[in-house]
């Protein structure tokens, strides 16, 4: 019984995620066939690499033949931001044991704002569960992607904006529902101030830091008061 509820709030929890990972993993398997690879390798990257925008810049790079260590910088530079995410959740995933790799490898930006919208004493089959989902979802529109566009050519200009988009509206979803909203104006006022200083090229990085540095020091604060009251 509990296994089937975990397996429907999961459900329910990754439906928005579901409508932008089937098309978006059909928009990148789409562009990795137009690239010259088939259905097998959208299945080995979306299974393997699991990293959503950087597979799309990864396509040209194949395609080029790029050498091994510009593509690893490459996922450097475009995933920094994951390591800001799954410092939030290192102490959640050791709890869950041998699930410890398979959490740290799925946490992808969209299964990241689900995330945070749950409680802090969340089940260890809902977690999983909207992981695996997740990942089930990118992969199957991965496949069908690269399969379609073997009969069904299409334009794929700006396809790319949309993984942007659903991440905000996920994000903003939840920060809707939260009472606490000042680690999202934070966010905001860091992002902006990094973009206009730092330039679109940039800017995520720093932004990221920074963020992080100041909700550190306002939780010191506010943790200082606590203890002084």
């Not at 990972?21 to 979306?46: C, I, K």
């Not at 992080?212 to 009251?229: E, I, N, P, Q, T």
Request: with cysteine; net charge neutral; proline share 4%.
């Amino acid at each position: 019984m509990a296994d089937a509820q975990s397996r429907l709030k999961a459900v329910k929890l990754t439906i928005p995620v579901m409508c932008g990972y089937l098309f978006l993993g059909a928009a990148f398997g789409a562009t990795l066939a137009q690239a010259g690879f088939g259905p097998a390798w959208a299945l080995m990257m979306s299974g393997l690499v699991y990293a959503g925008s950087l597979q799309f810049v990864m396509v040209p790079l194949m395609a080029s033949g790029a050498a091994l260590g510009t593509v690893a910088l490459t996922a450097l530079m475009v995933n920094a931001r994951h390591l800001f995410y799954g410092v939030s959740y290192i102490d959640r995933f050791k709890r869950m044991g041998m699930l410890r790799p398979y959490m740290v490898f799925s946490l992808t930006d969209e299964t990241y704002s689900v995330f945070c919208g749950l409680p802090g004493e969340e089940s260890d089959g809902v977690m999983l569960r909207v992981a695996l989902y997740d990942h089930l979802y990118w992969v199957t529109g991965s496949v069908v992607g690269a399969l379609l566009m073997q009969q069904l050519p299409f334009d794929l200009t700006g396809i790319d904006f949309s993984m942007t988009a659903l991440f905000i509206v996920i994000c903003l979803e939840r920060a809707l529902n939260k009472s606490d909203r000042m680690p999202v104006a934070i966010g905001g006022a860091c992002a902006i101030g990094c973009l206009l200083l730092l330039g679109p090229d940039r800017f995520l990085a720093p932004a990221l830091a920074l963020t992080a540095a100041v909700l550190m020091a306002v939780d010191a604060v506010r943790h200082g008061k606590g203890a002084a009251a």
